[in-house]
């Protein structure tokens, strides 16, 4: 089972694929990022109209 976890655009290249982490390795890599990659995510609001909307 894979885990949702938050990278940058910068990061993309170097994924190797959607899976690339799991419960056993996602803590150690989060362990070793300079900065919390969750710190904004309850203050950022989007919604998904927009995409809503171009897919109609």
Do not use: H, I
């Amino acid at each position: 089972m894979g885990v949702s976890m938050p990278v940058a655009w910068q990061q993309l290249p170097e994924l190797k694929g959607g899976a690339q982490w799991n419960v056993q390795t996602a803590r150690e890599y989060l362990s070793f990022q300079p900065t919390d990659p969750w710190a904004e995510y309850w203050s950022t609001a989007q919604t998904l109209a927009g995409a809503m909307k171009r897919l109609r």
